[in-house]
């Protein structure tokens, strides 16, 4: 009777045991060290032109003015700083398009490496082109970076899904949201006047970029590929067992092998889905819908209205301009402790409560916004709430829609579809990044203090679609998430097979290799 009682107990402190090591240092590593050269960036250039952003108007005018003899007209000006800021979205979505090409053949983790070609490229042409006198080179800098964003934004979130169990999933998948926000803060800190948001060194912002770059190019080398990657793409069982092993801290992986292979229904000559077949397959209707509502959602919501144009909202609310750039640092902590928060909660809470949750109070907080911004000549201390409201947004979008929208992408969809299912969403985020650099200011000078309920609306329409249609996928396989999917897809369990599975027995193709045979193969090099 005592050793029935003890064996809950011991039970339990097993599975946390177990918890815990499946935080191991490769896998820790491997977060850190992907997501300083991808997330981390792709938030630094979010806000890295805010400060500096008279500096570089400047520079502009002076610029035109030597090439065509006669000043810029403030028109051109504003269409060219929008371009400025809105041609990081067009090569997100350049960066987004080119990701199945090259992830096919360099797989997740040289895939990233590559990558920061276009960010030290690019920060060479930003940084130099005050000294060159060429605007030019700064716009072209911004569109390398945003396909450096492009690329990193879809391969991180993959590969960061691929080399975490699923217990920890949620969490790791949070590492790219998190370096988001401390990408933002960074920029904001060393935009500040006493650091590098100065006239005779706003470049040296730009710069910097150099830095995350070189430290993942000498640290990714050391860590393994993907073993999914290596599994199902590559055929390397033995690499696969290596990386799992390697990842995971542990010896024995042949459950985690079993697990994948049961889930993906692989099979040795795996074909990747076309984003047509994707968008075509019925399987897997719902699921593309979500991420397409749940990815404009993301963007549209109004959040990078507030990140491109902090400094004139901020005025617009009374602050003085001297104390900006200071209070503008409160919005980047704010987006660090919410995002960290969302990391630590979202497998107890789960994904479905953040994100509705999130959107919801999003919508009530623009609500408040507008109200306090009409009603801001009304009292001193009005626009102080303008602050609180704006701190408010960012935390309820950085505890849930910020970082989750990219983790659900890769849950949703087998390893086949993932590079097809990351293109599509891919180009909603950065098509919809795009409309909301370009437009904002011009949104601004029509509503002016009512432009914010636009992005109320978008984050109700969000908040309500998710919460009818949205199941909770924490601590679920790919094959349980799709069964939820099923009753909207009207599909029974047993038609959720891979397409590429389905293709090849309708073209009289012989039947792949079951996963169990191929569960057998790997099990004995495990031995």
Same mark, same amino acid.
């Given at each position: 009777?005592?050793?029935?009682?003890?064996?809950?107990?011991?039970?339990?402190?097993?599975?946390?045991?177990?918890?815990?090591?499946?935080?191991?240092?490769?896998?820790?590593?491997?977060?850190?060290?992907?997501?300083?050269?991808?997330?981390?960036?792709?938030?630094?250039?979010?806000?890295?032109?805010?400060?500096?952003?008279?500096?570089?108007?400047?520079?502009?005018?002076?610029?035109?003015?030597?090439?065509?003899?006669?000043?810029?007209?403030?028109?051109?000006?504003?269409?060219?700083?929008?371009?400025?800021?809105?041609?990081?979205?067009?090569?997100?979505?350049?960066?987004?398009?080119?990701?199945?090409?090259?992830?096919?053949?360099?797989?997740?983790?040289?895939?990233?490496?590559?990558?920061?070609?276009?960010?030290?490229?690019?920060?060479?042409?930003?940084?130099?082109?005050?000294?060159?006198?060429?605007?030019?080179?700064?716009?072209?800098?911004?569109?390398?970076?945003?396909?450096?964003?492009?690329?990193?934004?879809?391969?991180?979130?993959?590969?960061?899904?691929?080399?975490?169990?699923?217990?920890? /999933?949620?969490? *790791?998948?949070?590492?790219?949201? %998190?370096?988001?926000?401390?990408?933002?803060?960074?920029? @904001? #800190?060393? =935009? &500040?006047?006493?650091?590098?948001?100065?006239?005779?060194?706003?470049?040296?912002?730009?710069?910097?970029?150099?830095?995350?770059?070189?430290?993942?190019?000498?640290?990714?080398?050391?860590?393994?590929?993907?073993?999914?990657?290596?599994?199902?793409?590559?055929?390397?069982?033995?690499?696969?067992?290596?990386?799992?092993?390697?990842?995971?801290?542990?010896?024995?992986?042949?459950?985690?092998?079993?697990?994948?292979?049961?889930?993906?229904?692989?099979?040795?000559?795996?074909?990747?889905?076309?984003?047509?077949?994707?968008? /075509?397959?019925? *399987?897997?209707?719902?699921?593309? %819908?979500?991420?397409?509502?749940?990815?404009?959602?993301? @963007? #549209?919501? =109004? &959040?990078?209205?507030?990140?491109?144009?902090?400094?004139?909202?901020?005025?617009?609310?009374?602050?003085?301009?001297?104390?900006?750039?200071?209070?503008?640092?409160?919005?980047?902590?704010?987006?660090?402790?919410?995002?960290?928060?969302?990391?630590?909660?979202?497998?107890?809470?789960?994904?479905?409560?953040?994100?509705?949750?999130?959107?919801?109070?999003?919508?009530?907080?623009?609500?408040?916004?507008?109200?306090?911004?009409?009603?801001?000549?009304?009292?001193?201390?009005?626009?102080?709430?303008?602050?609180?409201?704006?701190?408010?947004?960012?935390?309820?979008?950085?505890?849930?829609?910020?970082?989750?929208?990219?983790?659900?992408?890769?849950?949703?969809?087998?390893?086949?579809?993932?590079?097809?299912?990351?293109?599509?969403?891919?180009?909603?985020?950065?098509?919809?990044?795009?409309?909301?650099?370009?437009?904002?200011?011009?949104?601004?000078?029509?509503?002016?203090?009512?432009?914010?309920?636009?992005?109320?609306?978008?984050?109700?329409?969000?908040?309500?679609?998710?919460?009818?249609?949205?199941?909770?996928?924490?601590?679920?396989?790919?094959?349980?998430?799709?069964?939820?999917?099923?009753?909207?897809?009207?599909?029974?369990?047993?038609?959720?097979?891979?397409?590429?599975?389905?293709?090849?027995?309708?073209?009289?193709?012989?039947?792949?290799?079951?996963?169990?045979?191929?569960?057998?193969?790997?099990?004995?090099?495990?031995?």
């Amino acid at each position: 009777m005592k050793l029935s009682e003890k064996d809950p107990a011991e039970n339990k402190e097993s599975n946390s045991v177990k918890k815990k090591l499946d935080w191991s240092c490769s896998l820790l590593m491997a977060s850190l060290v992907g997501a300083l050269g991808s997330s981390f960036l792709y938030g630094y250039n979010l806000s890295v032109v805010n400060a500096p952003a008279p500096y570089i108007k400047a520079f502009y005018n002076e610029s035109w003015e030597r090439k065509h003899g006669h000043p810029i007209d403030p028109d051109t000006l504003t269409l060219l700083w929008s371009v400025t800021v809105s041609i990081f979205a067009i090569g997100g979505l350049v960066g987004t398009i080119m990701v199945k090409m090259i992830g096919k053949f360099l797989g997740r983790k040289h895939t990233l490496l590559a990558n920061n070609g276009f960010a030290i490229s690019a920060a060479l042409l930003m940084a130099c082109s005050l000294q060159a006198g060429a605007f030019e080179m700064l716009i072209v800098g911004r569109l390398l970076m945003g396909i450096d964003g492009g690329i990193a934004l879809s391969v991180l979130p993959m590969y960061l899904s691929e080399i975490s169990p699923k217990e920890i /999933r949620g969490s *790791l998948g949070q590492v790219t949201a %998190i370096f988001i926000c401390v990408g933002v803060f960074t920029g @904001q #800190l060393l =935009g &500040l006047p006493e650091l590098l948001g100065k006239e005779s060194t706003w470049p040296y912002l730009f710069g910097v970029i150099v830095v995350p770059s070189v430290i993942q190019l000498v640290s990714l080398p050391f860590l393994p590929e993907s073993p999914r990657y290596l599994l199902f793409e590559k055929h390397d069982e033995a690499g696969a067992v290596k990386a799992f092993q390697t990842f995971l801290g542990k010896a024995d992986v042949s459950r985690e092998v079993e697990e994948v292979l049961a889930e993906s229904c692989v099979q040795r000559n795996i074909r990747l889905v076309s984003v047509l077949e994707l968008l /075509r397959a019925p *399987l897997v209707r719902w699921q593309v %819908i979500t991420v397409i509502i749940n990815m404009a959602c993301y @963007q #549209l919501c =109004g &959040l990078n209205a507030i990140w491109f144009y902090t400094n004139s909202i901020f005025g617009k609310a009374g602050i003085p301009p001297e104390k900006i750039p200071y209070i503008t640092l409160s919005t980047g902590a704010t987006e660090i402790l919410a995002a960290i928060f969302s990391g630590l909660v979202i497998e107890r809470l789960g994904r479905r409560p953040l994100l509705v949750g999130g959107f919801g109070l999003m919508a009530i907080f623009f609500g408040a916004l507008t109200i306090t911004l009409t009603l801001q000549d009304h009292a001193l201390w009005v626009p102080y709430l303008s602050i609180l409201c704006i701190l408010a947004i960012i935390a309820s979008f950085c505890s849930g829609p910020g970082g989750i929208p990219f983790i659900l992408t890769s849950e949703f969809f087998q390893q086949s579809q993932q590079p097809a299912a990351f293109i599509v969403a891919g180009t909603v985020n950065w098509l919809s990044n795009f409309a909301v650099g370009l437009l904002f200011p011009f949104i601004q000078k029509s509503l002016d203090t009512y432009c914010f309920l636009v992005f109320a609306t978008i984050c109700i329409t969000g908040a309500i679609y998710l919460y009818f249609v949205l199941p909770e996928t924490k601590n679920r396989t790919h094959a349980e998430i799709s069964q939820a999917f099923a009753k909207r897809n009207k599909t029974n369990k047993e038609e959720n097979i891979d397409p590429a599975v389905t293709d090849n027995k309708m073209n009289g193709g012989t039947e792949p290799d079951s996963s169990s045979a191929l569960y057998s193969s790997v099990q004995s090099k495990i031995i």
